[in-house]
């Protein structure tokens, strides 16, 4: 066969393109009209509240545009709206619409569905920017009587039922960019936000029993954005704290971790000793606590500090290493350490590479502070676990104020060692 023939023979190139080939091709149709239904019981919540449409992703605002284009009902949802509501800037924003996955994925090219007890399809845009899209969902009607635990929540609804499923009314509010940029509140929510109230949508009551997590969250929201707990939401969490460990383990550790990365850890462990939460979630350190509240709020007022500053929360080894080095006594530190670790892991599955690091930097802060055992300088720092150390230790004296000359001493050692291998392997 001639080259010329093979040339001839050849299938037509595809046409590359992502979103903007897509949404050019969708926008150039003809617009379908949305439920009128729907949007008559948008017009019944619309609030006074006003979000200008320059404070919303970009990225959202397309998807939000493209889904109405196709007739679909779609709105920016949940925290972003909260955050934008009390003048804080959101980092991420999600979407919710009354199309199913199936749909969204068809619609976007650059779109993939994810997830076996959420169905969600993420809208990529470039290599970094991620746009979470959520078909509007309903509460499940519970399959056995006395027992309120959730454990599918994939049934589709419509906008009032999927704010009605959300946690907290603060939550569950909607943003559409229609007529400017109204929020749409089916809860009640906007009212909260100006009395500075965390309340739950419904009876607080049943709602933590259907999903203990969402006590913990009621501490982490609480303290983050300074809101109060509604009185009925504080006596649910008082009563029903034992049963957090009905959740997996793998699901609380996640959550433990977003109360630290937070930026008002010490107000949430605050929070949570005093509607007993503690006690029943972490029950080794609500002892340490209770007898030592200065040496634990040292560590982690050092954590908030690092985050307000830099904007970003430090690694989950310097994380864990805050909560455990007050626990910690003078004698056998290591097994102390390993010990506390040990019985964590058996609750919450810790990543072992994780657990290595906590140890490793907790023993090396030790020889980092002047009452610690000797070690020598040069040779502590070709450690390779050294530099996470000295973010241990910058925790240290972000939360006592003092010792920067000492951070600055060893802060200067630290330099990265590729071909050093860790001794923890």
């Given at each position: 066969?001639?080259?010329?023939?093979?040339?001839?023979?050849r299938?037509?190139?595809r046409?590359?393109?992502?979103?903007r080939?897509?949404?050019?091709?969708?926008?150039?149709?003809?617009?379908?009209?949305i439920?009128?239904?729907a949007?008559?019981m948008?017009?019944?919540?619309?609030?006074?509240?006003?979000?200008?449409?320059?404070?919303?992703?970009?990225?959202?605002?397309?998807?939000?545009?493209?889904?109405?284009?196709?007739g679909?009902?779609?709105?920016?949802v949940?925290?972003?709206?909260?955050?934008?509501?009390?003048?804080?800037?959101?980092k991420?924003?999600?979407?919710?619409?009354?199309?199913?996955?199936?749909?969204?994925?068809r619609?976007?090219?650059?779109a993939?569905?994810?997830g076996?007890?959420?169905?969600?399809v993420?809208?990529?845009?470039?290599?970094?920017?991620?746009?979470?899209?959520a078909?509007?969902r309903?509460?499940?009607?519970p399959?056995?009587?006395?027992?309120?635990?959730?454990?599918?929540?994939n049934?589709?609804?419509?906008?009032?039922?999927?704010?009605?499923?959300?946690?907290?009314?603060?939550?569950?509010?909607?943003?559409t960019p229609?007529d400017?940029?109204?929020?749409?509140?089916?809860?009640?929510?906007?009212k909260?936000?100006?009395?500075?109230?965390?309340?739950?949508?419904?009876?607080?009551?049943v709602?933590?029993?259907?999903?203990?997590?969402?006590?913990?969250?009621?501490?982490?929201?609480?303290?983050?954005?300074?809101?109060k707990?509604?009185?009925?939401?504080?006596?649910?969490?008082?009563?029903?704290?034992?049963?957090i460990?009905?959740?997996?383990?793998?699901?609380?550790?996640?959550?433990?971790?977003k109360?630290?990365?937070?930026?008002?850890?010490?107000?949430?462990?605050?929070?949570a000793?005093r509607?007993?939460?503690?006690?029943?979630?972490?029950?080794?350190?609500?002892?340490?606590?209770?007898?030592?509240?200065s040496?634990?709020?040292?560590p982690?007022?050092?954590?908030?500090?690092?985050v307000?500053?830099?904007?970003?929360?430090?690694?989950?080894?310097?994380l864990?290493s805050a909560l455990i080095?007050?626990?910690?006594?003078?004698?056998r530190?290591?097994?102390?350490?390993?010990?506390?670790?040990?019985?964590?892991?058996?609750?919450?599955?810790?990543?072992n590479?994780?657990r290595?690091?906590?140890v490793?930097?907790?023993?090396a802060?030790?020889?980092?502070?002047?009452?610690?055992?000797?070690?020598?300088?040069?040779?502590?720092?070709?450690?390779a676990?050294?530099?996470?150390?000295?973010?241990v230790?910058?925790?240290?004296?972000?939360?006592q104020?003092e010792?920067?000359?000492?951070?600055?001493?060893?802060d200067?050692?630290?330099q990265?060692?590729?071909?050093?291998?860790?001794?923890?392997?």
């Open positions: 066969m001639s080259m010329k023939l093979m040339t001839d023979d299938r037509p190139r046409r590359r393109g992502g979103y080939n897509r949404h050019r091709r969708t926008a150039n149709k003809e617009p379908v009209p439920d009128p239904e949007l008559a948008e017009a019944e919540h619309r609030s006074e509240l006003e979000i200008p449409q320059a404070l919303i992703s970009q990225d959202a605002l397309r998807v939000v545009e493209s889904l109405e284009h196709a679909h009902l779609a709105y920016v949940g925290g972003c709206v909260r955050d934008l509501a009390l003048g804080r800037s959101p991420d924003f999600d979407v919710a619409t009354s199309a199913r996955p199936e749909q969204v994925r619609l976007f090219r650059n993939r569905i994810i076996r007890r959420f169905r969600l993420h809208v990529r845009f470039g290599q970094d920017r991620l746009i979470e899209v078909t509007f309903r509460s499940p009607d399959d056995v009587e006395g027992d309120l635990l959730v454990a599918a929540d049934v589709f609804g419509d906008p009032k039922e999927d704010a009605l499923r959300r946690d907290f009314t603060v939550n569950g509010l909607f943003y229609r400017g940029g109204r929020v749409i509140d089916y809860v009640g929510g906007c909260d936000l100006e009395a500075k109230l965390l309340r739950s949508i419904g009876d607080a009551d709602r933590c029993q259907e999903d203990p997590v969402r006590m913990i969250r009621a501490i982490r929201f609480a303290a983050k954005h300074r809101l707990l509604s009185p009925d939401l504080r006596k649910a969490i008082n009563k029903h704290s034992e049963t460990h009905r959740c997996a383990g793998a699901r609380l550790w996640e959550e433990l971790l109360v630290l990365r937070s930026g008002a850890s010490k107000q949430a462990f605050a929070l000793q509607t007993g939460f503690l006690t029943a979630f972490l029950p080794d350190y609500a002892a340490v606590y209770g007898e030592r509240k040496a634990c709020e040292r982690l007022a050092g954590l908030d500090r690092i307000k500053e830099r904007g970003a929360p430090p690694s989950d080894h310097v864990v080095l007050p626990m910690l006594q003078a004698q530190p290591r097994a102390q350490a390993e010990k506390i670790l040990s019985q964590w892991n058996e609750v919450f599955r810790i990543p590479r994780l290595e690091q906590v490793f930097s907790l023993l802060v030790r020889g980092m502070v002047p009452e610690g055992p000797w070690v020598d300088p040069d040779s502590f720092s070709r450690r676990l050294f530099a996470p150390a000295v973010e230790l910058q925790v240290l004296v972000a939360g104020g010792g920067q000359g000492l951070l600055k001493y060893w200067h050692r630290r990265p060692h590729p071909d050093e291998e860790d001794e923890a392997e």
